[in-house]
């Protein structure tokens, strides 16, 4: 019965897993490789065939310098570090733990 289940569920994350890594070297490395990937990244123009512009007058299509750096100043206009540090924790325990109630 339930024993089945959780064999079976085991088995087929252990596959999806096994799966999603190969498919990730396997693009990663036919791109030419992580490094080749983080250093095209910077580098990337859109179409400009619709380009939005926030409050400061820029578009977002624009890739900013600081695209690496997950904690940034307090006064970045993106993602400040206060909202890197209280704004994603409040959202993750919000998706995690109470939306899970109905």
Known sequence: GLSAVI???FAQTILMVIGALVLSIKSI???GG???VMDTFGEIT???SYVGYGSNNQSCSSVPDNYMHLLRSPSDPELPV???IF???INAMWYWCSDQVR
Do not use: A, F, I, P
Request: charged share 20%.
């Open 34 to 36: 992580y490094s080749e």
């Open 82 to 84: 206060t909202g890197m």
């Open 87 to 89: 704004g994603l924790t």
């Open 7 to 9: 064999w079976t569920d």
């Open 29 to 31: 490395s036919k791109v």
């Open 46 to 48: 859109v179409n400009e």
